[in-house]
Nanobody, 119 residues
Framework: QVQLVESGGGMVQPGGSLTLTCASN????????MGWYRQAPGKQRELVAW????????NYADSVKGRCTISRDTTRNTVTLQMNSLKPEDTAVYYC????????????WGQGTQVTVSS
């Protein structure tokens, strides 16, 4: 069973930075595609960044492109999301997720970590 635990959220002023970390069990990070979703109140979950296995290609939603970097450490079974130049609209609960197949959805989730961008 996939287990994902997020950490690193908090409150930051606009323009600030945060690094979110997702810790997984076993070798999930190495064999599954990993992604970061976020969900603001009244909104659907938005896939903001994801990284594949193999070549380790990283991808970003237009809303965060240029401000976020996703990376993985297979030896520590962790995935991080470095967020810079944060804006109030980045405020949301951020979730780590895994995808076991290229033909499936991200179907395993952590509990989420709150990111609040406010002055």
């Amino acid at each position: 069973q996939v287990q994902l635990v997020e950490s690193g959220g908090g409150m930051v002023q606009p323009g600030g930075s945060l690094t979110l970390t997702c810790a997984s069990n076993a070798n999930i990070v190495a064999v599954y595609a990993m992604g970061w979703y976020r969900q603001a109140p009244g909104k659907q979950r938005e896939l903001v960044a994801w990284i594949t296995t193999g070549g380790g290609w990283d991808n970003y939603a237009d809303s965060v492109k240029g401000r976020c970097t996703i990376s993985r450490d297979t030896t520590r079974n962790t995935v991080t999301l470095q967020m810079n130049s944060l804006k109030p609209e980045d405020t949301a609960v951020y979730y780590c997720a895994s995808r076991p197949s290229a033909y499936s959805d991200f179907d395993s989730w952590g509990q989420g970590t709150q990111v609040t961008v406010s002055s």
